[in-house]
């Protein structure tokens, strides 16, 4: 048994923490991952909203992350922030 910890430990002192890096990186990388890292995360959400639910808790009301509203009116280009001033017109002359 102590040999086999030996043989264990020595590839693990002789393992290029560089390579590990990459080889970690790589496989964080890949579509594999994520699709795991989200189902995961998936069955720890479902895990603690029935936590929630059964300790007593409310559940919560959807919200809405991202609402893309028109603006109310349009404003002059001179005014915009980002507004450069140029010789291009939108005339079509």
């Known amino acids: 048994?102590?040999?086999f910890i030996n043989a264990i430990l020595k590839g693990v002192v002789n393992f290029s923490i560089k390579e590990?890096?990459?080889?970690?990186s790589d496989f964080l990388e890949r579509e594999e991952y994520d699709k795991a890292a989200n189902?995961?995360?998936s069955i720890t959400l479902m895990a603690f909203k029935a936590g929630w639910l059964a300790a007593g808790?409310?559940?919560l009301k959807p919200q809405k992350v991202v609402e893309l509203v028109r603006p109310l009116y349009k404003l002059?280009?001179?005014d915009h922030p980002d507004y450069i001033e140029t010789d291009i017109t939108d005339d079509e002359s």
Do not use: K
């Not at 590990?20 to 970690?24: E, G, Q, T, Y």
């Open 20 to 24: 590990f890096d990459r080889s970690f």
């Open 57 to 59: 808790g409310t559940p």
């Open 1 to 3: 048994m102590y040999n």
């Open 39 to 41: 189902a995961l995360f």
């Open 76 to 78: 002059p280009p001179e």
